[in-house]
């Protein structure tokens, strides 16, 4: 049981370059997010699936495009990366059936842009 | 809006010591309230929630209780380890809105032997 997974664990890109940052959850979770922590501002929501099928804008959207792909995988893709997405990328899940309100989080994606 | 301010950090201690974490919040409607804890170099992990006025959580020695009437959810611990050294962030959520987190600005704490 590996909870949250995301992929890759580092990356650096140049301004204007694209990248996608995988996210899975092996615990047959409903609702997934992606959040971005930066100094000072704890974590903000960028976009949030409640459901296979679904995806909503969270707080700081722009700039970025997610797919759901299944029940398990979450997307999250930089199409023109620019310096203001250096940022610490989380991937959360959360179940309706086991805890409705804990969410579960990967261990990050560090992103540079250059 | 919603929102939730804690207390700046960095806060350091010595081990043994008494922590108080500060954390406030505004919100239109009933919020959950949560501690979440990020160990060096990990993700987020629920330390510990409450989700009705006047309900303590606690868990791993650190309590928090849900007051309404002041808007506040503070974390304590009466005697800190160096193990508890770790990026510490208040949150809420609102229901009936997909479960998204709003998250504080994080409270870096370090204990010292």
């Known amino acids: 049981n590996a909870g949250v997974t995301q992929t890759p664990k580092f990356q650096v890109l140049k301004t204007g370059q694209s990248m996608t940052l995988q996210c899975a959850q092996d615990?047959?979770?409903?609702?997934m997010y992606w959040y971005r922590q930066d100094p000072g501002m704890g974590l903000r929501l960028i976009y949030y699936s409640a459901s296979e099928g679904t995806t909503d804008k969270g707080e700081v959207p722009n700039g970025y495009n997610v797919s759901r792909l299944n029940k398990r995988e979450f997307s999250l893709r930089l199409e023109s990366a620019a310096p203001s997405q250096t940022s610490v990328y989380f991937c959360?899940?959360?179940?309706?059936?086991?805890?409705?309100?804990?969410?579960?989080f990967g261990p990050g994606t560090r992103l540079t842009v250059l | 809006g919603n929102s939730v301010t804690q207390m700046e950090g960095p806060v350091t201690l010595s081990e043994e010591a008494f922590l108080t974490i500060n954390c406030t919040y505004t919100a239109t409607g009933y919020p959950s309230l949560f501690w979440y804890v990020q160990y060096p170099g990990e993700g987020l992990q629920l330390l510990l929630k409450?989700?009705?006025?006047?309900d303590k959580g606690s868990n791993k020695g650190f309590e928090a209780t849900y007051r309404k009437e002041t808007t506040s959810f503070h974390l304590e611990k009466g005697s800190v380890q160096v193990s508890d050294s770790a990026v510490y962030f208040c949150a809420l959520t609102l229901y009936n809105q997909g479960g998204k987190l709003i998250f504080g600005q994080g409270t870096e704490l370090s204990v010292k032997p």
């Open positions: 409450a989700t009705k006025a006047d």
């Open positions: 959360a899940s959360r179940g309706f059936h086991t805890s409705p309100d804990e969410q579960f």
């Open positions: 615990m047959n979770h409903n609702s």
